[in-house]
Structure formats: C-alpha cells, structure tokens
C-alpha cells in the first residue's frame, strides 16, 4: 500500500491533508515522495521559524539525544532550568511552566486562572482558536468544533474581536480572566487595532479580571517582535507559547506573574521541559537571535504584505482584503480558496486555507527576498 492508502486504513480520520507525501526539508524547502520539490510557506503551521532541519537545531537535537532523552519532573535537568530563565528574560514574565502543545499551555492557564482567583467565568471572542482539548475547546469560537462535543467547560462568553466595549459589558464578578489572541490564526488572520489590547488591559487591572493572550501562533519572530503583545506595549498576566518554541520539536509553556501560583501537585505532565524539548528550543531561540531573524520576518513579512496588497487590489471582488503583521499573513477572499491551495501546490509552493476563505502564509523566517518573488510569481499567476 502507499503512504495515503495506509494512512486511510490505519489513522483516525481526522484531517484534510493535501494528496502529497512529505520525504525531506531543507530550509524553506521540502520535497515530496516522487521528488518534487515546494518552497513550505506554511512552515509546519508557524512551527518551523528556523526552517526544516537548521544545523544547529539538529546538531543540538542530536547532542541532547545522545546524553539524556527524558527523566520526569520528578527530578531537576539542565536544560529545563535555562530554558526558562531564557524565556523569563524574553517575555517579561516571572514562572514558567512546560507542557507539550499550544492546547495543554491554554489548559494550564485556564486552570492557574481559576486556582489564583478563585472565579470561574472567562471571556473569550469571537473567530477565537485556542485549542481542541475540552478546557481549551470551551475557549474557542467556531461551532463546528464546539457541538459534538458538548456540554463543554460552562462559564465562557464570546464577545465581538477588537472591542473592548464588548468586554467591558461581559465582565461579571465570575470573571477570571480574558483570553485573546493579538493576532487571530485559525479565525483568519485578523490583527488587534492599535489601541484595542491597551484599552483591555487598562480594563482588565480596574476590574481586576486578568488578561491571558495565545501568542502560540505569534511568538519567536513571526510578527516582526518576539511576541505579538509588544506591538502594543501591554504585558499580560499570563501568556501561553507553543509551535515555534521548539523549532518542530513539541513543546509549550505558560508564563505568569510571580503572585499567579500553582501549589504542589495542582498541575502536572510526564513529558513537559524534558531534556530533549528543551534543548530543542534553546537551539532555536539561538537561531532566531543571531540570524536576526526578527527583522528578517518584520521587513520581509511588510514587503510580502504590500505585494500581496497589490495583487488583490487587481484581482477585482474576489479578494475582499490582505492582512497580517510580519510574516504572518492572510489573503481573504469572497469565496472558498481550497481550490487556491491545490493551484499553489501544483505549482509549487505550499500554503493552506484557513477560516473557510482566507490563504494564509507563514512561511519560515529564514526565507529569503528572491524565495518570497518566486511565490508571489505563483500567486499572480493564479489570476
């Protein structure tokens, strides 16, 4: 059998992949199983931001592998404690706690809200995506994720994206928090207004509710900062990171303030931090810092935006808008674009559709100008 038919026989349905069998990634680049080659602007969903297999990502990958693979939190590791002194110093924050994906950091932080406040109520809004595990799920808006598997987590309210009016009004003494993204991926790549997460933070401290923000999509460069909330010169109480934080590898985290506590034995996970996560991702954040591959994906992500921009503004009604902050970037259209995505593929270069209408590109950071004109040669012509 090949690849697609036993994945059809053996695998639990529950994906729409595209018809291609993936061998092998270098930097931008994958090649599939016949040979062909694609230039990924998907970036394993903004996970790869040093591209597949970086030197010093595998190197340390296989330096880690060959000392110590896993212990269990039961004992104290290296790695784990410089990870998260490096992530204290990055994002601002005080504790760190690690996880596996982005859905256990938006589960950790559910339940450190309710622990430390002792409220039960959170607001979310939405087009909101923070994860499909039931806690998480409870968090995010769209309905065909949320019915089947219902009754989920009660006390969640939705309220309108970019309108903290709207927040204001949901607020009850319940309210433990607010749990927003500064930039919506799954829901289609809408960006915060530039007042908009200052104004909720404001609301946040006078209603002494906190303020959680999912940078797991958004963090490690892919909006031009390290995280998406220092556009807007707001720091949360709670930020949860995942995908980009192991250059591929899985690993996630929430970071907290110091008087946002668990007690012993409130939360825990066997393969969180392990050494070989942790190592992953102190190799990446290495990359990132000394290929400046922050400005890299702020200047090249507005070149992309503006050339993008461009296209669409010729392409008639079929496109209603392009958006996005760094080289995290939407193209939205008046109709369906899974048709694009086929197009794209064929020839040759990877993207995906997201939120029904909108194709979206997050391509790794390292990607250079010229790779950027060979997919925009793609996109124009699709016209």
Request: charged share 20%; aromatic share 8%.
């Amino acid at each position: 059998m090949t690849p697609i038919e036993s994945e059809a026989r053996y695998i639990q349905p529950t994906y729409t992949r595209q018809p291609i069998t993936l061998t092998r990634g270098s930097g931008t680049r994958v090649w599939d199983a016949d040979g062909k080659e694609y230039i990924d602007c998907l970036a394993g969903i903004a996970v790869n931001v040093c591209g597949h297999c970086h030197p010093k990502v595998v190197k340390a990958i296989q330096k880690q592998a060959a000392t110590l693979i896993h212990t269990s939190n039961l004992y104290y590791t290296e790695p784990q404690i410089k990870l998260a002194e490096e992530l204290i110093n990055l994002t601002g924050l005080d504790r760190i706690f690690f996880c596996n994906s982005g859905t256990e950091a938006a589960e950790a932080a559910i339940k450190l809200a309710r622990r430390t406040t002792g409220r039960t109520g959170f607001i979310a809004t939405e087009n909101s995506f923070h994860g499909r595990t039931l806690g998480a799920l409870s968090l995010t808006h769209k309905e065909k994720y949320r019915t089947p598997f219902e009754p989920l987590v009660p006390g969640v309210s939705f309220v309108r994206y970019n309108d903290a009016d709207a927040i204001a009004e949901a607020i009850t003494p319940e309210t433990a928090a607010v749990f927003l993204e500064a930039v919506q991926g799954e829901g289609g790549i809408h960006v915060a207004d530039t007042e908009y997460l200052k104004e909720v933070r404001e609301l946040c401290d006078s209603q002494d509710v906190l303020l959680i923000l999912d940078e797991v999509q958004t963090g490690f460069g892919r909006t031009g900062a390290w995280f998406a909330y220092e556009h807007y010169g707001v720091l949360p109480d709670i930020m949860i990171m995942a995908k980009a934080l192991g250059g591929g590898f899985p690993i996630g985290a929430m970071a907290s303030r110091n008087d946002l506590q668990f007690e012993r034995g409130d939360h825990g996970t066997t393969f969180g931090g392990d050494p070989l996560a942790c190592a992953a991702s102190l190799a990446t954040i290495d990359v990132i810092r000394s290929e400046d591959l922050i400005e890299r994906s702020k200047t090249l992500g507005a070149y992309l935006l503006n050339r993008l921009q461009s296209i669409g503004s010729l392409a008639g009604n079929r496109v209603r808008e392009v958006r996005g902050m760094g080289l995290m970037i939407g193209m939205d259209f008046e109709s369906g674009c899974s048709d694009l995505v086929d197009l794209t593929r064929e020839r040759g270069v990877l993207l995906n559709c997201t939120a029904d209408t909108v194709l979206r590109f997050l391509p790794p950071l390292v990607i250079t100008k010229q790779e950027i004109d060979q997919v925009l040669s793609v996109i124009e012509s699709l016209e």
